[in-house]
């Protein structure tokens, strides 16, 4: 039987400390991030006649190169807190989405210099299928992007690609500081 709420004994004791184990670890490219932060950790079980802990891990997109680091360290660190039995999984769906960014995420990225995204919509947390809408790009043309040092909104974005996949580069037009930006998904 797998418990994964405190309602059975002491398992949900257990998943919450195992929990609380995998949700601080530091994400490789954002280290100002946690796992939990960045709404990569998606759940922890805990079997409660085995004692095995898994955790479940949704990777920002499905070739992030950070993704085994993540799972290393995870497994790294529930060990380290006295789980011996430990497996790290990836779950792909729900895909990964920049709203499951948290609004304390958001904000250790802008106190770090990184321009969070814009969260979207509460669709990323219904249940059931995820509409599609195909069309442009968000990529901050309509809306601007508040820059991260002054606060001034007059930004541009100077390269789609910044030093990680999952970030581009933007420019303050007011201050002239070059920052990074979450791109949005």
Do not use: Q
Not at 97 to 126: F, N, Q, Y
Request: some cysteine; aromatic content about 4%.
């Amino acid at each position: 039987m797998t418990g994964t709420t405190g309602t059975v004994g002491s398992v949900g004791t257990v998943r919450d400390l195992a929990w609380s184990v995998a949700a601080a670890v530091p994400d490789p490219e954002l280290p100002m991030l946690t796992l939990a932060d960045l709404g990569v950790l998606a759940e922890v079980e805990v079997d409660g006649a085995s004692g095995t802990v898994t955790a479940w891990l949704t990777p920002t997109y499905s070739g992030c190169p950070a993704v085994a680091e993540m799972a290393a360290d995870v497994d790294r660190r529930l060990r380290a807190a006295g789980y011996p039995d430990v497996r790290v999984r990836l779950r792909l769906d729900p895909p990964w989405s920049t709203d499951l960014i948290t609004a304390e995420g958001r904000r250790k990225l802008a106190e770090a210099g990184i321009a969070p995204p814009r969260p979207t919509s509460a669709v990323a947390s219904a249940p059931g299928p995820v509409p599609l809408a195909l069309g442009p790009t968000r990529t901050g043309a309509a809306t601007p992007v508040p820059c991260p040092h002054c606060g001034g909104n007059d930004t541009e974005e100077l390269s789609r690609f910044g030093s990680t996949a999952c970030k581009a580069l933007w420019r303050c037009r007011a201050c002239r500081e070059p920052f990074e930006r979450v791109k949005e998904i």
